[in-house]
Each structure stands twice: as structure tokens, then as C-alpha cells.
């Protein structure tokens, strides 16, 4: 396995913080600002509006004001250049330095104007699915294991969804929310149309999730158990309940019309959803005819293949198997799964301690941490599916990082419906064209 360009490794584990299970904010003085201390300067010197966290009425003022409409296309695509500056910036800056480790210098953190606008096309409007979708404003929660040009994208299509946009900023993404809301606006977006605020807390997303009116996109969000995310869907439930007791006195008639909308209790029509985009689907294939172009593995060289999967399964560029497009399965031809399966071990011993294929130190932060407590939520459920465990990937703490396993079949959860981070499959294929 090549060695070359890897450099340092982890750094020493500290307290933290993140989703609604994080650490207590600061008070406003002692907090850094939303340029990672930069000032009042965001990109390219644009002004960068304070993203200190606003009280509960300010917050509750601008996801629930009326009025106003979404952007238009042509507007919409005018900001995917200023985005991509803005979303380099941190990487350039050195502010994610403490999060990601050498990790920070991969190029999933410095994504060009094309890679934004192709990510933008290839991702799905924040109303899909909802034949009925009138959203007040959309939420969009940042996370660290996200590439950064689907970051942008999510951020375009909220502004074609709704006609107000909150970026809810990350602990270990400090300063980011504020530097693409400076972007915006230094591109002609209206001040009021866009917020940002920090959210280490998960103050401002459970006060996000009680406005029934918004919706919320978040990214591979508490992936295996859900327990937070059924936490902030019963919130929401009961959100929409005490509107309904607002709009009608008990007993009256549920209110009509509104298209389509089929009513919770009193009120004309449901909640806007709660979207948990999945982790991208990264599926290769050896011996099968792929389902998508470049992702079949070359057979006549296992070996060269067992590299490359443990590459882009767990290496920098995968962040240690925690990026939310890192390689989670591959699809096998039974006859080389034995061969394959022999030399993808093999490169597994070899790599084993080297800090090229660590998981960055925001995983790493606390053995209690949610990406590797979901590592080890992940273990139990696929084991009592009845997959096979084959490797399982350590922290030099001995705390379990990742997960390979074989045997894995799509009628398992773990293979469809839900994720675990660090984890790879290996499946037998009974077709010939993978996906089929």
C-alpha cells in the first residue's frame, strides 16, 4: 500500500461537543465569531453580518414571517461560484485544521464552482417526496462529514424551496455558517432571506424543529439507533398539535381545502418533513457489470483492488470511513469473493496504525462520541441480522472505528434503510449488472 504524501496523524482526544448532545455554549463574549476569528471580514472582504445565537422570539420571528417566495433559477445559479469561494475558505484559512486533521488539505474541502453547480443538479429539492410542500423557511444543519459541494448544494436548493434559509453551524465547522451567509449576501441576496447560527448546543435546531412550519435537512443524522431523530420528531408532533389547539377550539371540524394537505387535527395541513438526507450511496463492483460509470474494480489484479477499496473505504479522503460518500459496499462475483476477500484482509493488517487511514480527530474526540457510538450501534445490529464480522477497525485506545463485514444481504436494514459510519460490506452477486 503507498505511503506517499501521508503525513501526522489524530490528535490527542479532547471533550466533545456536537448535535444536541454537545457540550453548554459559551456566553456571547467568550464565544469566536462566525469568521473563526477572522473579524468582521468574510470572503473575498465581504462583511460578515454577526451569527451570535439569537434569542428564542428572534429565532421563532424569522422561521415563522410570512410572506415572500423562494429565488428563482437563474438567481439561484449566480451564487454557485460565490458559495465555492466561501466554502474554500475554511480549508485555506487553516480553521479546520483542529476538526480534520491532515485530512483538512483533501479536496473535498476546496470544491470549484463545477462541482458545486454538479452536486446542485444531483441532489434532490428538500420538498421531494411531499406532493404538497409550502415550507415558511428551511433549516440546514451542517456536518463535518459532508463533502463540501453537496454542502452548497443543499444550501441552493433550500433557497429554490423556501423564501427564508437558516445555516445551523457545527462546533467543528466554527465560522462556516457566517461565511456562506456573507457570500450570499455579498452576492445580492437580501440580508433577511438568510441567517446564521451556531449550534453546538442543539438549542437552535430543537427550537427549529418546534416551528412546524419549517423544514429541516439534515445529513445522515444519528444514522442506526435514531433516537435522536425520533426525539425531534415527536417534538415536531407535538409542535403541530399545540398549533392545532391555537387555530380551533377543541371539537371543531379539521379546516378544508389547501390542495391536496390532508389535515392533523384542526389544522389544514401537515407538518413540513424532517429531511435525514442518507449517506451517498458508494457501491464498486468487481466482475459485475457496474451500475454507474467508474465504479467497477479492475479483476485481473485483486490485489490492486483490495487497495483501492481500502482506500476509498477508509482512507484521508474517506476520513477514516466517517465522510458521508466513503465507499460502504462491494458487490462481488461469487467465484473471486474468497480470492478478494483474502487480499482485502491482507491490505487491511498492512494499513493497520497508519494515520493515513485514522479517522479524523472529531471522531476520535471521546470514545463516547456519536459517529463511534454509532459504529458500535452498527455492530450489534448487523451481527443479529446475521452478517459475518471479518475485521474490525481500532483506535490505538482499543475503542472499535470501523467495521468490515461479508454475508450481507439487501433484505438487511444495514444494507438498505439505515447506515453505520466506518462500515464495509461485501456482497455476493446473484446478477450479473450490480443494482439489479
Given at each position: 500500500m503507498s505511503s506517499q504524501a501521508r503525513s501526522g496523524g489524530a490528535e490527542t482526544p479532547r471533550p466533545f461537543g456536537a448535535g444536541v448532545q454537545g457540550h453548554a455554549e459559551a456566553p456571547p463574549g467568550d464565544r469566536p465569531d462566525a469568521t473563526g476569528g477572522r473579524g468582521a471580514e468574510g470572503p473575498?472582504?465581504?462583511?460578515?453580518?454577526?451569527?451570535?445565537a439569537a434569542s428564542r422570539d428572534e429565532l421563532g420571528s424569522f422561521l415563522g414571517e410570512g410572506g415572500g417566495a423562494p429565488l428563482v433559477r437563474g438567481d439561484i445559479g449566480a451564487l454557485v461560484t460565490p458559495l465555492a469561494t466561501a466554502l474554500c475558505a475554511a480549508a485555506s484559512q487553516g480553521r479546520l485544521d483542529a476538526a480534520m486533521g491532515p485530512a483538512a488539505a483533501d479536496a473535498r474541502f476546496s470544491p470549484g464552482p463545477d462541482e458545486v453547480k454538479a452536486a446542485w443538479l444531483a441532489t434532490e429539492p428538500v420538498s421531494a417526496g411531499c406532493s404538497s410542500f409550502n415550507a415558511t423557511?428551511?433549516?440546514?444543519?451542517?456536518?463535518?462529514?459532508?463533502?463540501?459541494?453537496?454542502?452548497?448544494?443543499?444550501?441552493?436548493?433550500?433557497?429554490?424551496?423556501?423564501?427564508?434559509?437558516?445555516l445551523i453551524g457545527h462546533p467543528e465547522l466554527m465560522g462556516l455558517a457566517g461565511d456562506l451567509r456573507a457570500a450570499m449576501v455579498a452576492a445580492g441576496v437580501e440580508g433577511a432571506r438568510v441567517r446564521a447560527m451556531e449550534g453546538a448546543d442543539g438549542a437552535v435546531l430543537r427550537e427549529t424543529v418546534s416551528q412546524p412550519s419549517v423544514a429541516v435537512d439534515l445529513v445522515d443524522f444519528d444514522p442506526v439507533e435514531g433516537l435522536v431523530l425520533d426525539r425531534l420528531r415527536r417534538l415536531r408532533a407535538l409542535a403541530g398539535e399545540a398549533v392545532a389547539e391555537t387555530v380551533e377550539p377543541a371539537g371543531a371540524e379539521p379546516a378544508q381545502g389547501d390542495g391536496d394537505w390532508f389535515g392533523l387535527g384542526a389544522i389544514g395541513r401537515p407538518l413540513t418533513p424532517i429531511v435525514v438526507?442518507?449517506?451517498?450511496?458508494?457501491?464498486?463492483?468487481?466482475?459485475?457489470?457496474?451500475?454507474?460509470?467508474?465504479?467497477s474494480l479492475g479483476e485481473e489484479d485483486l490485489a490492486d483492488a483490495a487497495e483501492q477499496v481500502v482506500e476509498q473505504a477508509f482512507g484521508r479522503g474517506a476520513l477514516g470511513g466517517f465522510a458521508s460518500d466513503a465507499v460502504t459496499s462491494v458487490l462481488v462475483r461469487p467465484q473471486l469473493l474468497s480470492r478478494f476477500t483474502a487480499c482485502l484482509l491482507e491490505v487491511l493488517e498492512e494499513v493497520e496504525g497508519d494515520p493515513w487511514f485514522e479517522p479524523p480527530p472529531w471522531v476520535q474526540r471521546s470514545p463516547r462520541s456519536p459517529a463511534l457510538r454509532d459504529v458500535a450501534a452498527g455492530r450489534r445490529r448487523v451481527l443479529d441480522e446475521g452478517a459475518t464480522l471479518i475485521h474490525e477497525r481500532r483506535l490505538s485506545t482499543g475503542v472499535t472505528s470501523g467495521l468490515v463485514l461479508t454475508n450481507v444481504e439487501r433484505r438487511m436494514k444495514l444494507a438498505g434503510e439505515m447506515s453505520a459510519p466506518g462500515t464495509l460490506f461485501l456482497v455476493r452477486a446473484?446478477?450479473?449488472v450490480a443494482g439489479h
Open positions: 473575498r472582504g465581504a462583511a460578515t453580518v454577526p451569527t451570535e423557511a428551511v433549516a440546514i444543519g451542517l456536518q463535518p462529514s459532508e463533502p463540501f459541494a453537496y454542502l452548497g448544494a443543499r444550501v441552493l436548493r433550500a433557497l429554490e424551496t423556501a423564501p427564508r434559509v437558516l438526507r442518507p449517506r451517498l450511496a458508494r457501491q464498486l463492483s468487481l466482475g459485475v457489470e457496474p451500475a454507474a460509470e467508474g465504479t446473484l446478477q450479473t
